[in-house]
């Protein structure tokens, strides 16, 4: 079964940190354009991150010198380190996989950010 599984988040004070993982498998993702996307309640679903094949990077303005995209292609695995968390962080966290046309989603991890 071809799945994305993301994990790691939780609940932290504004000023923390948190890293996400998004752990693939069923097949092979080192061609995949991998992205983290998040949706706070009431809230469209937002771009926060991208990382191509070979490792170029882009971010959500609202993300930008905050947080840090990475993979490890051996591991199937991207992760989302997130530094100066502030409350409206706060949002479901979506692993996403984009190869030729195909987009595969995972579940989410919930990411909470206290003032």
């Known amino acids: 079964q071809v799945q994305l599984v993301e994990s790691g988040g939780g609940l932290v004070q504004a000023g923390g940190s948190l890293r996400l993982s998004c752990a693939a498998s069923?097949?092979?993702?080192?061609?995949?354009?991998m992205r983290w996307f998040r949706q706070a309640p009431g809230k469209q679903r937002e771009f926060v991150a991208a990382?191509?094949?070979?490792?170029?990077?882009n971010y959500g303005d609202s993300v930008k010198g905050r947080f840090t995209i990475s993979r490890d292609n051996a591991k199937n695995t991207v992760f989302l380190q997130m530094n100066t968390l502030k409350p409206e962080d706060t949002a479901v966290y979506y692993c996403?996989?984009?190869?030729?046309?195909?987009?595969?989603w995972g579940q989410g991890t919930q990411v909470t950010v206290s003032s």
């Open positions: 069923g097949r092979t993702f080192t061609r995949s354009l």
């Open positions: 996403n996989a984009w190869e030729g046309g195909a987009n595969l």
């Open positions: 990382i191509t094949s070979r490792g170029s990077t």
